[in-house]
């Protein structure tokens, strides 16, 4: 498989839609597929990310629906941790918010009340690695390649009952301890636990499953910053603390 390839080998492909034409389930699919070998190697689920939930990042790829993607034990770097750049094609980081599920969700369910499942939430980095040259991709194709996920950081978990209220907190991108992006957790759908909501309904529609312990990154509350070699990248969110890497 194509994307498969090119994610081991850290090197970029041509858009698949150049070349194949297929439909939004069919991405889906695909990027079921790509994952099943990832896990057939030994990696193994641990959640899902959201993509487009930020209006800013959806409109600028003409797109009104958020995208989900499949995220593995094999990608999560320990806080502080180290990001090895070699195995990456062009990353790019972004601060997002974590949520973590005490109990298994049913994607059928749709009375859930998404405040009742979440465990606890933290400040995250999210690294993205488009598979595709230039970073440029239809929504087919970005859904296909996994959303672009390649790893995630994840920082101190907070009860979610003592987090209070997440709808507007700031949220800041440091580089080299200089602030490089800062936002607010209300980019994130205007309120990031409406990713909770949105992760159940795609769940629903695409076949995923959402088990206790399951982590949702509830999409990018800035813009996505490239990494270099040497750099350490921090995001903070008000009041949930911060979470860095540095980059190898
Ligand atoms: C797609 C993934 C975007 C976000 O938070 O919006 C994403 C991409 O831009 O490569 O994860």
């Excluded at 907070?158 to 987090?163: F, Q």
Aim: with cysteine.
């Amino acid at each position: 498989m194509l994307l498969d390839a090119a994610a081991e080998a850290a090197v970029p492909i041509a858009q698949l839609t150049s070349e194949y034409t297929f439909s939004l389930e069919d991405a889906y699919e695909i990027q079921r597929e790509l994952v099943a070998r990832r896990c057939a190697r030994g990696d193994s689920l641990s959640g899902v990310k959201l993509g487009f939930t930020s209006r800013a990042k959806a409109q600028q790829m003409g797109v009104d629906d958020v995208i989900v993607g499949r995220i593995t034990h094999g990608m999560r770097i320990v806080d502080g941790g180290e990001l090895d750049l070699a195995r990456y094609c062009h990353p790019r980081i972004e601060p997002e918010v974590a949520f973590r599920l005490g109990v298994e969700v049913d994607p059928q369910d749709e009375t859930l009340d998404v405040e009742t499942v979440v465990e606890a939430v933290a400040p995250a980095l999210e690294v993205i690695d488009s598979r595709y040259r230039d970073f440029r991709f239809t929504l087919e194709d970005v859904v296909a390649d996994n959303t672009s996920a390649a790893a995630y950081v994840t920082g101190p978990w907070t009860a979610y009952g003592r987090a209070g209220d997440l709808a507007n907190r700031g949220v800041t991108l440091e580089v080299d301890g200089e602030v490089a992006e800062t936002g607010s957790t209300a980019a994130i759908l205007g309120h990031p636990l409406r990713a909770v909501h949105a992760a159940q309904r795609m769940a629903r529609t695409y076949g995923l499953s959402m088990p206790a312990g399951t982590v949702i990154l509830a999409g990018a509350a800035t813009a996505a910053v490239p990494l270099r070699p040497g750099r350490c990248v921090e995001a903070t969110v008000t009041g949930l603390g911060s979470v860095g890497l540095r980059v190898g």
